[in-house]
T-cell receptor
Framework: GEDVEQSLFLSVREGDSSVINCTYT??????LYWYKQEPGAGLQLLTY?????DMKQDQRLTVLLNKKDKHLSLRIADTQTGDSAIYFC????????????FGKGTKLSVKP | GAVVSQHPSRVICKSGTSVKIECRSL??????MFWYRQFPKQSLMLMAT?????????EQGVEKDKFLINHASLTLSTLTVTSAHPEDSSFYIC????????????FGPGTRLTVL
């Protein structure tokens, strides 16, 4: 079945870059997403990438997609303490209107 | 981005009572909304898909008579947890699909349900 895998933890120092990796299994996924969840809160959409794109950049965020290897990454430049949160990778199954399959989330800890 | 609200944000109730959670899309119309459940330190589990004007589609293992979903308008879906028990305690999050942005799902802030 469909599956999304992420490493569970990442720790970086303030000012460094963070790279959160994700692998997915559904080759028909048309959209891949990154969501951020702070403690006790809902999910905030950070960015998403269409499957025919290799890279998307939005301010401090860069998403890289390797469709051949089904690998997605999120790079956060100049990581700040406010970036500490859980980051979820998700793929849409069956096209853009499909349901989302989430990874287990990567907990990013930013040390001052 | 699109804004989705949930109400209440936190509820504590006694075992056996029913609890209603509202999910609203504030600045867009959503023909499709989703209800998720999240256990501590775990990912989101899709419970059901709520379609405006029709019956909800439940995921396998989710009791439709226990988790009643109503999507009466294009901006409101409700989840009612009937005869709640302590094992229903969880974080419930809704999302709404915004077709203006290729069907991206925007999430509400979540509702923390505690059943005593």
């Amino acid at each position: 079945g469909e599956d999304v895998e992420q490493s569970l933890f990442l720790s970086v120092r303030e000012g460094d870059s963070s790279v959160i990796n994700c692998t997915y299994t559904d080759s028909s996924s048309t959209y891949l997403y990154w969501y951020k969840q702070e403690p006790g809160a809902g999910l905030q959409l950070l960015t998403y990438i269409f499957s025919n794109m290799d890279m998307k950049q939005d301010q401090r965020l860069t998403v890289l997609l390797n469709k051949k290897d089904k690998h997605l990454s999120l790079r956060i430049a100049d990581t700040q303490t406010g970036d500490s949160a859980i980051y979820f990778c998700a793929e849409s199954i069956g096209g853009s209107q499909g349901n989302l399959i989430f990874g287990k989330g990567t907990k990013l800890s930013v040390k001052p | 981005g699109a804004v989705v609200s949930q109400h209440p944000s936190r509820v504590i109730c006694k075992s056996g009572t029913s609890v209603k959670i509202e999910c609203r899309s504030l600045d867009f119309q959503a023909t499709t909304m989703f209800w998720y459940r999240q256990f501590p330190k775990q990912s989101l589990m899709l419970m059901a898909t709520s379609n405006e004007g029709s019956k909800a589609t439940y995921e396998q293992g989710v009791e439709k008579d226990k988790f009643l979903i109503n999507h009466a308008s294009l901006t409101l879906s409700t989840l009612t947890v009937t005869s709640a028990h302590p094992e229903d305690s969880s974080f419930y999050i809704c999302s709404a699909r915004d077709y203006r942005t290729s069907g991206v799902q925007f999430f509400g802030p979540g509702t923390r349900l505690t059943v005593l």
